[in-house]
């Protein structure tokens, strides 16, 4: 991946309608060749997929809870199991498997306290769990879609060193 693509990419973070002429304008492209890379990074599985961001609370789910689950089985027969019945719930955003003091933590969106509480025992019924914490999010100070990519490969040719008069 050279600095266009990653241009390309931070582009494409930022506005994924832009058309594949304004890409290819931005990062000094013709079409063409513009739309090959989009296509060679989506093939190579970088651009995973492309989507609208929608406001949760203009959609009337204005809850968001992370829920920190504790497990006394471990087993992969457990996991597989846990793992498709979670991923099949519409209200988690996230899910993932962690190190630490926990085992799993959700990022889930519902409407209110009411709907979380449904979505809580729906939850707890699906297979036993030792502990489950919810937290509930106050104000979302940020929130971005957008990865950090990494900084453009730097030009490997060395320019030669001109000595200073008098060295």
């Not at 296509?39 to 961001?53: F, N, P, S």
């Not at 992370?66 to 979670?86: G, N, P, Q, Y």
Request: with cysteine; aromatic share 6%; hydrophobic share 50%.
């Amino acid at each position: 991946m050279d600095s266009i693509d990653l241009k390309i990419l931070a582009l494409l973070q930022q506005d994924a309608t832009l058309s594949i002429a304004a890409i290819g304008e931005k990062v000094g492209l013709s079409q063409t060749p513009c739309w090959k890379r989009i296509q060679r990074l989506e093939a190579d599985g970088v651009i995973d997929r492309r989507v609208a961001v929608l406001d949760p609370v203009k959609l009337g789910l204005g809850l968001t809870v992370f829920v920190s689950i504790e497990t006394a089985d471990h087993s992969k027969e457990w996991l597989d199991r846990f793992a498709a019945t979670v991923a099949a719930m519409p209200e988690v955003l996230e899910f993932y498997r962690m190190a630490g003091d926990v085992d799993y933590m959700l990022r889930v969106v519902v409407a209110d306290m009411q709907a979380y509480d449904a979505f809580y025992k729906k939850l707890i019924a699906t297979l036993p769990l030792k502990n489950v914490t919810s937290r509930f999010a106050m104000e979302k100070v940020k929130s971005t879609t957008a990865l950090p990519l990494p900084a453009p490969p730097t030009n490997t040719r060395h320019m030669p060193v001109l000595a200073l008069a008098g060295e």
